[in-house]
């Protein structure tokens, strides 16, 4: 696929390139980046009128619930969403049923992807058979398969031996294992983060600690094997700063954030809003603040949503029952723009990193940069586009999200997958223009 891109600002953090300029994309690759390019005989050209060019974005833990859970998501919708809201690349989490714990899943998640995706999936096997933590998934043939990492998302593995023999395992594959470090025992039963507001409510909290304690177990395997952790939605300013720590003495450690962690605390459970329960929990301003500087200093590596589609009966119940979890791809991008580089002082090119080289580092995948050569992926920004979040509008089938009716300044304008148009000012290309 051929396309050149005129007349935009392009930012490229990986060559840190902010200037303005055109960019090639040549049978689906990055061929040229300057300003004023001719367009070859036949390549179609798109005028951005100045909005910013930036390579694609990359969203490393997104749930796209197929197979098993359909009625939540399949591969089709949630690319879909991706492409809506930006991304030309997501990595999906292994908790589907049944469990991508084979080859056989990992092989059905990709041949579905490549009839029916939007954009690039890039599976993540489990850790453990079934994520039931007791015995190791075929982690060689999951790599072999075309697992990018390795997760027991959602169900961390509490045993610190087996966690040691997957990382040694993971290392002859050359793949990192992601953590979802949350201690269970401390976590059982708990609804929120346990502070201040979840006394006032009187539900039962999930402290800290929780995390602190597995981020520091998981820094510590890293070190002693030297595989690669990767730590998922860092949600405590303990984490941070193990992470920073560990980073400082060069231990293979990275972290990713949530929107959510970013912009909400604790504070979002009083209206007992389902929509505000997930795993881990919204956390305090001390927690949500230490997570800002540590994205913008780069301990933390990548923005991520943990995109977590469930059905409106999984929501509509009390904070007790309810599920954990909010949808995150049609939001994630506006609202960064919005509230962190606007409203937040955070600096355009870090933030357009952590949505790009940073991600596709932790996972070692394709693109993250518009270097020649590499996937012709891009992420076009319109920084004047205002809109208000509507849940009813999503492409996800997920409607659970805490940031309906907040107002964006800012967000994805064009969206292209390997030269191919995957979203335009707001439309996929089966949706027609008005
Ligand atoms: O909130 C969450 N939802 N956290 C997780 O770890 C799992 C996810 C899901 O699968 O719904």
């Not at 899943?105 to 009839?115: K, S």
Request: hydrophobic share 40%; proline share 6%.
């Amino acid at each position: 696929m051929n396309l050149l891109v005129r007349n935009g600002r392009v930012v490229d953090p990986a060559n840190g390139l902010d200037a303005p300029g055109d960019v090639l994309v040549l049978d689906g690759r990055v061929a040229r980046v300057g300003p004023g390019l001719p367009a070859p005989p036949g390549t179609p050209a798109v005028d951005v009128g100045g909005r910013v060019v930036a390579p694609g974005f990359i969203d490393i833990h997104v749930h796209l619930r197929e197979p098993g859970e359909e009625y939540k998501e399949t591969i089709a919708s949630g690319t879909r969403a991706a492409a809506a809201g930006g991304f030309t690349s997501v990595a999906c989490m292994a908790n589907t049923r049944p469990v991508n714990d084979t080859r056989a899943v990992t092989d059905y998640i990709l041949a579905e992807a490549r009839a029916r995706g939007a954009v690039r999936v890039y599976p993540i096997g489990a850790v453990t058979r079934g994520l039931e933590g007791r015995e190791l998934a075929e982690l060689g043939e999951l790599a072999e398969a075309g697992c990018v990492g390795y997760s027991d998302d959602g169900r961390p593995v509490m045993n610190s031996a087996l966690l040691r023999r997957a990382l040694e395992y993971a290392q002859a594959f050359g793949r990192p294992v992601i953590s979802h470090a949350e201690d269970a025992s401390l976590a059982e039963g708990g609804v929120m983060h346990e502070g201040f507001v979840s006394t006032d409510l009187g539900l039962a909290g999930i402290p800290a600690a929780a995390e602190e304690i597995m981020v520091a177990r998981d820094v510590a395997l890293a070190e002693l094997t030297g595989t690669p952790v990767h730590i998922a939605h860092v949600s405590t300013a303990a984490a941070v700063r193990l992470l920073r720590d560990a980073k400082a003495r060069g231990v293979p450690v990275t972290g990713e954030v949530t929107p959510h962690h970013l912009l909400l605390t604790d504070e979002a459970l009083r209206s007992y809003d389902t929509h505000a329960k997930m795993a881990p929990p919204l956390r305090s301003k001390r927690d949500v603040e230490a997570c800002r500087e540590a994205l913008a200093d780069g301990t933390l590596d990548a923005i991520a949503t943990d995109h977590a589609p469930h059905a409106l009966t999984d929501k509509e119940v009390e904070l007790d029952h309810a599920a954990n979890g909010v949808v995150g791809l049609e939001t994630a991008v506006a609202l960064c723009l919005t509230h962190l580089v606007r409203d937040g002082g955070l600096d355009l090119a870090t933030l357009i990193a952590r949505f790009t080289t940073g991600p596709a580092r932790v996972l070692g995948l394709p693109g993250g940069s518009l270097t020649p050569g590499g996937p012709g992926d891009l992420t076009i920004l319109d920084l004047g586009r205002e809109h208000v979040v509507d849940p009813a509008r999503f492409r996800s089938k997920g409607r659970n999200t805490p940031f309906g009716g907040w107002r964006c300044v800012g967000g994805p304008w064009m969206t292209v997958v390997g030269g191919r148009v995957a979203m335009h000012d707001g439309r996929l290309p089966e949706e027609g223009r008005s």
